[in-house]
Nanobody, 117 residues
Framework: QVLLVESGGGLVQPGGSLRLSCAAF????????MAWYRQAPGKERELVAR???????TYTDSVKGRFTISRDNGKKLVYLQMNSLKPEDTAVYYC???????????WGQGTQVTVSS
């Protein structure tokens, strides 16, 4: 059974930083594209950042230059380093794993990030 467990969310002031972690269990981590999504109240879930099996990364425009996604295949972890946080980054952040075949898709339970003074 595949399980994704996020951690690292919390309350931070504007301009601050947080690092989210996602631990993967029950899967061959290295053959999955890993991604972070977020969903703010009243809004649709959106892709924040993605890291492919070869380490290539993509980001949504609103976080470019501020967020960094990375992965540790040996530890089965994916990270999202978030700097210069803004109130509009407030959302529940979800970890996602997509098998390279595209056939299997997994989600974590989410972690709340609140940016407020």
């Amino acid at each position: 059974q595949v399980l994704l467990v996020e951690s690292g969310g919390g309350l931070v002031q504007p301009g601050g930083s947080l690092r989210l972690s996602c631990a993967a269990f029950g899967m061959v981590f290295s053959i999955h594209t890993m991604a972070w999504y977020r969903q703010a109240p009243g809004k649709e879930r959106e892709l924040v950042a993605r890291i492919l099996t070869d380490g290539a990364t993509t980001y949504t425009d609103s976080v470019k230059g501020r967020f960094t996604i990375s992965r540790d295949n040996g530890k089965k972890l994916v990270y999202l380093q978030m700097n210069s946080l803004k109130p509009e980054d407030t959302a529940v952040y979800y970890c996602n794993a997509l098998h390279f075949s595209g056939k299997n898709d997994y989600w974590g339970q989410g972690t709340q990030v609140t940016v407020s003074s």
